[in-house]
């Protein structure tokens, strides 16, 4: 299965504050919006799990899904730091 890692992972602040994710890739990034996120509308929502369907499906690049999903995550509100490796 490919899952479409990114080059560089999205932290973000999810689930309460100082209660980090990782997502590494583009099929961790579909599991995050359908199963973790806060909120199942917004343009910028919908855009990145067309998005992460695209990418999976070879049919878009990588990091489309990655800059999408930052764009949902900024949406929603959720915060998005910088990665600490």
Request: some cysteine; hydrophobic content about 40%; glycine content about 6%.
């Amino acid at each position: 299965m490919n899952e479409k890692w990114w080059q560089e992972p999205v932290v973000l602040e999810l689930g309460g504050i100082g209660k980090y994710q990782v997502v590494r890739n583009t099929r961790e990034a579909a599991e995050c919006l359908l199963d973790r996120w806060p909120v199942h509308e917004g343009r910028a929502y919908k855009a990145a799990i067309t998005m992460c369907r695209y990418v999976l499906n070879g049919e878009q690049p990588v990091d489309y899904a990655r800059q999408d999903f930052i764009a949902a995550a900024v949406e929603a509100f959720i915060h998005v730091d910088q990665p600490r490796f």
